[in-house]
């Protein structure tokens, strides 16, 4: 099966009526839309702000297994910054 929501205010889903819907609300709302669906295993994939709510989806205990993104976000170290 596949499940594809949309981004709050994007594609196919209405701009949302409140504040708040960042991230990790994102992250969190989908997760339950793949529980309510009967998904106790699934993979995540992501691109664009995608990649940022599938790596969250993956940083929160929850049933997604595996993910896949097409724009991988990495923030370097103060460490690796004074270099």
Not at 11 to 29: C, D, M, N, Q, Y
Not at 53 to 80: D, F, K
Request: charged content about 15%; proline content about 6%; glycine content about 16%.
């Amino acid at each position: 099966h596949v499940v594809c929501p949309s981004l709050p205010g994007y594609g196919f889903s209405g701009k949302p009526g409140r504040t708040g819907w960042g991230v990790e609300k994102i992250a969190l709302v989908w997760e339950e839309l793949m529980t309510r669906l009967g998904y106790d295993r699934y993979g995540a994939q992501g691109g664009d702000w995608g990649a940022a709510v599938t790596s969250q989806i993956g940083r929160n205990e929850g049933n997604c297994v595996a993910m896949h993104l097409n724009m991988p976000l990495g923030t370097p170290t103060a460490e690796t910054m004074a270099n």
